[in-house]
């Protein structure tokens, strides 16, 4: 009866790993048979899940039912809960379920309790798989750090904040990358087996183009660079991100930041209630937000808070987007 619990926003990993476990587990021969994927997002495939998975495997090896996007440990379902209890026990032996969300699981749920306890009888597996924040950018470096070693790849100095611009957390790009930087260095070296160091100048060379986002755009603001701001935010207008959307997360985002330095300024030190005001999920974040908005005065904050909801209004008039952000923007340098 064993059960997998697989969580995480690394879907490209949370994959990688099913699949590991279908290559260990399944008979190639069976393979077709034996494996059978449900999406928990629709009520009549959570049922077939939990029917199939009381069957036992045909021909060698073991039968696999995975459940994607699986509401079992992320939302209150009396229904299935019971019905999860219920079958739990009558799995066979050499059947797996894999119970598989991006989401962690809510331990406020009895059914999260229940996994839990079978956790700690050794009756299920939990494995998590959760990318790093995009603005945490020491989870990230950790990460790509991370990522890079298991591939033999050493990064030099600068190369890690070069690489983060260009692919952000997109694992499944990071990994595409990486692979064409070690084809690259290989080939360079003329030892596939030797330690590779990847250089700033090979960066360049080797990965797409720097991707532009909304926190490196927070970044430059909050640093008054303007100008580079304003580039970031004409690339991303060129690729297509409208206008308004765009605004909106700026919006977002600096709404934030003003809110928890002039939380700080006047002293409030209860994370609680600073989350609360300023709506963030995790105070881990407040740290970062702190440290960014350090020499960033309240006045700049609430004078750009001010542009970007001038820029709401005239983009809503239908104006030139590219014009709209450039002239609201640039009289704060």
């Not at 839990?116 to 990230?140: G, H």
């Not at 084809?183 to 360049?204: G, H, M, Q, T």
């Amino acid at each position: 009866m064993p059960i997998q619990i697989i969580w995480g926003n690394d879907l490209n990993a949370c994959n990688k790993f099913i699949k590991t476990i279908i290559d260990q587990k399944v008979s190639k021969i069976w393979g077709e048979i034996n494996v059978s994927f449900f999406n928990g997002d629709e009520d009549n495939q959570i049922k077939q899940a939990f029917d199939e998975v009381l069957t036992p495997p045909l021909g060698d090896g073991s039968r696999l039912v995975i459940l994607k996007n699986n509401p079992i440990f992320t939302n209150k379902n009396e229904e299935i809960r019971i019905k999860f209890e219920k079958i739990y026990q009558n799995i066979p032996s050499n059947t797996y379920l894999i119970l598989q969300n991006d989401k962690k699981p809510d331990t406020r749920l009895k059914s999260t309790k229940f996994i839990k306890n079978l956790i700690k009888k050794n009756l299920a597996i939990e494995t998590s798989f959760s990318l790093p924040d995009i603005w945490d950018y020491e989870s990230q470096k950790r990460y790509l750090e991370v990522t890079a070693n298991s591939m033999n790849i050493n990064l030099d100095k600068g190369a890690a904040e070069l690489i983060i611009n260009s692919v952000g957390n997109d694992s499944v790009n990071l990994m595409s990358e990486l692979a064409k930087a070690k084809l690259y260095l290989s080939a360079s070296n003329n030892n596939e087996n030797k330690e590779l160091i990847l250089k700033s100048d090979d960066v360049k060379k080797i990965f797409n183009n720097r991707q532009s986002n909304i926190f490196k755009i927070i970044d430059h603001l909050l640093q008054n660079n303007i100008n580079e701001s304003l580039i970031e935010i004409h690339s991303l207008l060129k690729k297509g991100e409208p206008a308004l959307r765009l605004n909106a997360g700026l919006i977002s985002q600096i709404r934030m930041h003003t809110i928890v330095k002039l939380l700080h300024k006047s002293g409030e030190k209860d994370l609680g209630k600073i989350c609360k005001i300023a709506n963030i999920s995790n105070p881990k974040r407040i740290f970062f937000i702190r440290k960014k908005v350090n020499n960033t005065s309240s006045d700049f904050l609430i004078k750009l808070m001010t542009n970007l909801l001038d820029i709401e209004s005239s983009l809503k008039k239908g104006n030139n987007p590219i014009n709209v952000f450039t002239e609201n923007l640039i009289n704060l340098s």
